[in-house]
Nanobody, 123 residues
Framework: QVQLVESGGGLVQAGGSLRLSCAAS????????MGWFRQAPGKEREFVAA????????LYADSVKGRFTISRDNAKNTVYLQMNSLKPEDTAVYYC????????????????WGQGTQVTVSS
């Protein structure tokens, strides 16, 4: 059984930064692409960023490109999302997921999800 636990969310002013972490259980973490998604109230879950199992390839949504950085530490079974220059429209619950095949930007390609961590950006 795989468990993903996000942390690092909180309340921050516009222009500020946060770093989210997603700790994974299981010995196969390093074999999978991992991704971050977010869901704002009243909206569908949307893709934010993903990183290949080696960390050598990344993909970002246009809305966060240049502001967010995804990374991973396979020795610690952890994936990170560094979020800089935060905007009020970044307010959402952020989820990490394990990608099991298919498109990196599609939520249906992920088979395990964490419980989410709330990020609130005030103007």
């Amino acid at each position: 059984q795989v468990q993903l636990v996000e942390s690092g969310g909180g309340l921050v002013q516009a222009g500020g930064s946060l770093r989210l972490s997603c700790a994974a259980s299981g010995r196969t973490f390093s074999s999978y692409t991992m991704g971050w998604f977010r869901q704002a109230p009243g909206k569908e879950r949307e893709f934010v960023a993903a990183i290949s199992w080696t960390g050598g390839r990344t993909l970002y949504a246009d809305s966060v490109k240049g502001r967010f950085t995804i990374s991973r530490d396979n020795a610690k079974n952890t994936v990170y999302l560094q979020m800089n220059s935060l905007k009020p429209e970044d307010t959402a619950v952020y989820y990490c997921g394990r990608q099991s095949g298919g498109s990196w930007w599609s939520g249906s390609s992920y088979d395990y999800w964490g419980q989410g961590t709330q990020v609130t950006v005030s103007s």
